[in-house]
């Protein structure tokens, strides 16, 4: 079965600073890859998904932005942090179709 | 376009009591339906998923699911809650980029 490995799992910035989250993936290859975000009530947002190298779509404007520099990598930047950015992120992995997705553990980012 | 309902964002049960998490989609297309469990400040983990074929569904941790499609329902059941159940489950339809469409969730608590 797939692993997610993301870090680092906590993370604290202050406001217009930049941000590196990222995340990899064991056992499998060529997977669709996918970022959301987890704030509190309001369940999971798809923020970007990838199905290959170079490739990303995003689903929401926002202040972030992602990339998928080798297959099994998924990395989430911001070049300036909002308060709103806040929250719990989680890198998932699929195979589309059909099956489920496998997700990290999740990075929690605190923007003060 | 699908989407998720999860009736309760929170769910309170003793524990031997039947647990019934509640679920109901929208979907243009035949829904491949997921039920996810998250423990605190973890990724999510797979409980169960309806794919096609039989309707009543087996989960881990003897949770099931029965998809409805008469109702768009996909209930999440347990005969007898344990302590160890205490935690929030999301439901979750797939969507057009093998991503998965989340519920909002809902936080199950158990008491003694």
């Known amino acids: 079965s797939q692993t997610i490995h993301q870090w680092p799992a906590t993370l604290v910035q202050p406001v217009g600073s930049p941000l590196s989250l990222e995340c990899t993936v064991e056992g499998t290859s060529n997977p669709n890859l996918y970022w959301y975000r987890q704030a509190a009530g309001r369940g999971l947002q798809l923020l970007f998904y990838?199905?290959?190298?170079?490739?990303i779509s995003s689903e929401v404007p926002q202040n972030l932005s992602a990339s998928r520099p080798q297959d099994r990598q998924f990395i989430l930047s911001s070049k300036k942090l909002l308060l709103s950015d806040s929250g719990f992120y989680l890198c998932?992995?699929?195979?589309?179709?059909?099956?489920?997705?496998?997700f990290g553990e999740g990075s929690r980012l605190t923007v003060l | 376009a699908q989407s998720v309902t999860q009736l309760g964002s929170h769910v309170s049960v003793s524990e031997g009591a039947l647990v019934l998490l509640r679920c109901n989609y929208s979907s243009s297309v035949p829904p491949y339906l997921f039920w996810y469990v998250q423990y605190p400040n973890q990724g999510l983990q797979l409980l169960l998923k309806y794919t096609t074929g039989a309707t009543l569904v087996k989960g881990i941790n003897g949770f099931e699911a029965e998809f409805k499609k008469s109702e768009t329902s996909f209930h999440l059941t347990k005969p007898s809650a344990h302590m160890s159940d205490a935690a929030e489950y999301f439901c979750a339809v797939g969507g057009s980029q093998g991503n998965l469409i989340f519920g909002k969730g809902t936080k199950l608590s158990v008491k003694p």
């Open positions: 990838s199905v290959g190298i170079g490739q």
């Open positions: 998932a992995s699929g195979q589309g179709g059909t099956g489920e997705l496998f």
